[in-house]
């Protein structure tokens, strides 16, 4: 079953003769295609005459601001048209490369929830009790430290110590 091999210039005689079919092919759609073009102004767009009177000359004009009117609102129509059917295969393309699998994962921002957000997030309407997670945490009290008692406006330590009243604590606190 080996395949025979072409010569070159068989061919070029036969890449020659489909050019030459194509080109005829071609030629053939160009003319019914002016044919058409034709017949539809002929149908759709009569042979201007231009009457003599103003009557009849501001008469066309009417007419023919209709017929504007009447066109427009027809391509209109098919500008919505157009653009629903481009935003359906938008949306059919996506759910096709959702589908393939081949596709950029978004980076995922940071969003801060609650506890209680996160559980009725994930457990739906089926979560109705709050959750308190400080509730179990053990107490403990802060001890406040001398020093930090004694960091504070040296103004005031400086007005205490003045006078009698002054030393009679520096001797209490250090006794």
């Known amino acids: 079953m080996e395949q025979k091999k072409m010569s070159t210039g068989r061919r070029n005689q036969l890449k020659s003769l489909l050019l030459q079919i194509a080109e005829t092919i071609l030629e053939e759609e160009a003319q019914e295609a002016e044919k058409e073009k034709m017949k539809h102004m002929e149908e759709n767009c009569p042979s201007l005459s231009v009457p003599g009177s103003m009557q009849e000359l501001q008469d066309l ?5 209709q017929q ?9 129509d098919t500008e919505v048209k157009v653009t629903k059917s481009k935003m359906e295969i938008n949306d059919l393309k996506l759910k096709v490369q959702d589908l393939k699998g081949k596709f950029k ?15 009725a997030a994930l457990l739906g309407s089926k979560h109705k009790v709050a959750l308190d997670l400080r509730a179990n945490l053990k107490q403990v009290k802060k001890e406040v430290k001398e020093e930090e008692k004694q ?3 040296w103004r005031k330590n400086i007005e205490d110590k003045s006078g009698m009243d002054g030393r009679k604590k520096m001797f209490e606190t250090e006794a």
């Open 61 to 65: 004009c009417w007419k023919l601001h």
């Open 68 to 76: 504007i009117d009447l066109v427009d609102d027809e391509r209109y």
């Open 105 to 119: 994962k978004p980076a995922l921002k940071r969003v801060r929830m609650s506890a209680d957000a996160m559980l």
């Open 151 to 153: 960091t504070g406006d």
